[in-house]
């Protein structure tokens, strides 16, 4: 058995961070491949980035196979998903805040939503089910006055394959 592991980052760019549910997909979706034994994320640390880690049997399967396999899941990843953070005015408590995030919650194909008192709301939803211009009408019906809106993106530094045994 040997593993490697690949940077989260080089995988799933658009992932804000490793606690997102775009990480559970991935290893959801890549454990499944013959040959892989164990997919589990490895946290980041103090100077070194998030990982996914492989476990895997190179009689079975190669190591471009698995790079190939991530990048491909990851792409199917990015391209069913995405995340925004709005910035609205109006909210002036948490427990407004929590009446606003069931809301949002309930649209379909949100994944996942957060809402702050301090007026962030960030939202993950499957792009195939709702966009961008659905989750901002549901937010005015809210009577929120929308800031701000921005796709949610991990700031991508140097990436990297790291190969151990």
Same mark, same amino acid.
């Given at each position: 058995?040997?593993?490697?592991?690949? !940077?989260?980052?080089?995988?799933?760019?658009?992932?804000?961070?490793?606690?997102?549910?775009?990480?559970? *997909?991935? +290893?959801?979706?890549?454990?499944?491949? /013959? =040959?892989?034994?164990? %997919?589990?994320? #490895?946290?980041?640390?103090?100077?070194? /980035?998030?990982? #996914?880690?492989?476990?895997?049997?190179?009689? +079975?399967?190669?190591?471009?196979?698995?790079?190939?396999?991530?990048?491909?899941? =990851?792409?199917?990843?990015?391209?069913?998903?995405?995340?925004?953070?709005?910035?609205?005015?109006?909210? *002036?408590?948490?427990?407004?805040?929590? %009446? +606003?995030? !069931?809301?949002?919650? /309930?649209?379909? =194909?949100?994944?996942?939503?957060?809402?702050?008192?301090? =007026? !962030?709301?960030?939202?993950?939803?499957?792009?195939?089910?709702?966009?961008?211009?659905?989750?901002?009408?549901?937010?005015?019906?809210?009577?929120?006055?929308?800031?701000?809106?921005?796709? #949610?993106? *991990?700031?991508?530094?140097?990436?990297?394959?790291?190969?151990?045994?």
């Amino acid at each position: 058995m040997e593993k490697t592991k690949i !940077n989260l980052d080089v995988i799933l760019p658009d992932v804000p961070d490793e606690k997102d549910a775009c990480v559970d *997909r991935l +290893i959801s979706l890549t454990k499944k491949q /013959k =040959g892989i034994e164990q %997919v589990h994320l #490895v946290p980041a640390k103090e100077g070194r /980035k998030a990982q #996914v880690c492989f476990h895997y049997n190179p009689d +079975i399967i190669s190591l471009d196979r698995i790079e190939r396999l991530a990048r491909d899941a =990851g792409a199917e990843i990015t391209e069913h998903y995405s995340h925004l953070l709005i910035e609205v005015d109006s909210i *002036r408590e948490m427990m407004e805040a929590n %009446v +606003i995030e !069931n809301q949002l919650k /309930k649209l379909p =194909g949100v994944s996942d939503v957060s809402v702050s008192a301090t =007026g !962030n709301i960030r939202i993950e939803f499957e792009q195939s089910k709702i966009n961008q211009q659905q989750i901002q009408n549901a937010i005015i019906r809210e009577e929120l006055k929308i800031r701000s809106v921005r796709p #949610v993106k *991990r700031k991508t530094e140097e990436a990297h394959v790291q190969m151990q045994s």
